[in-house]
């Protein structure tokens, strides 16, 4: 067995065993890693609480078979605390967690820039730079990009028309001229549009300084955009609209 040294963020964890537990991490040159932490679970564990989602780490790994084994952990970011203390932060933190896992699919495989997307999201909301559902949206607009989605909010996602446009289709790719405007498609404000595009593009002032009811309906938009592209619904951004 060899051993591989890496950074990750954790993304989710399970039991295994009376005192083992699997974790799922998102690292930095390895892609999607699922590793047993062994004896983590008891309460003299030296690493437990650095495998905690959340968590930004430099991590030490054997590569088996099937699992990898942790074999050391130190933190270098401690996200896990300040964004588990408000239910906002952690609700969303959360659906970027089940977003990054399921984007990154394949085990193994190298997925840099989603890793660094997903580390800077979960600093934003830890240091509470912006209002949770704007970092959110905001994350999951650029971790479709990456994925090979990237949403339209001017030109038509169809013909390439140029824009403002008034309607936006998710199965078309986003804003829609008249002439490609389908059945069913919706009418977005104009302010909903502005602040998709600056949520896309990362300009915080506009998206900062936006209305509540804009920020609403950009809120189910990318909702929807996602889980199209995903083909299923992500249990953890239904409580993220309850907020």
């Known amino acids: 067995m060899s051993l591989y040294r890496d950074e990750a963020i954790v993304l989710r964890t399970q039991k295994l065993g009376e005192a083992d537990r699997i974790v799922t991490l998102l690292t930095r040159s390895h892609g999607k890693v699922r590793a047993v ?10 690493f437990g609480a650095r495998l905690e989602p ?6 030490q790994l054997h590569a088996g078979r099937n699992l990898d084994i942790v074999t050391q952990v130190e933190t270098i970011t401690p996200f896990g605390r300040p964004v588990c203390e408000d239910y906002a932060l952690y ?3 959360t659906a970027m967690l089940e977003t990054a896992e399921r984007l990154v699919e394949a085990e193994g495989e190298p997925a840099l820039p989603q890793y660094r997307l997903l580390v800077g999201a979960i600093r934003s909301l830890a240091e509470r730079a912006h209002a949770p559902g704007l970092v959110l949206s905001s994350y999951l607009l650029r971790a479709l990009s990456v994925a090979g989605w ?13 824009g403002p446009h008034h309607s936006f289709a998710v199965a078309q790719g986003g804003a829609v001229c008249g002439r490609c405007r389908p059945p069913g498609a919706t009418a977005p404000a104009p302010e909903t549009f502005v602040l998709l595009a600056a949520l896309l593009s990362g300009e915080w002032g506009p998206a900062d300084a936006s209305h509540e009811r804009h920020r609403r309906e950009a809120d189910g938009l990318v909702a929807a955009f996602l889980q199209f592209h995903l083909e299923r619904q992500l249990r953890s951004l239904r409580l993220v609209e309850r907020v």
């Open 54 to 59: 959340f968590m930004h780490v430099d991590i």
């Open 150 to 162: 990237a949403p339209s909010f001017t030109d038509c996602a169809r013909c390439g028309a140029p």
């Open 91 to 93: 609700t969303a933190g």
């Open 37 to 46: 932490g062994k004896g983590v679970r008891r309460t003299s564990s030296r």
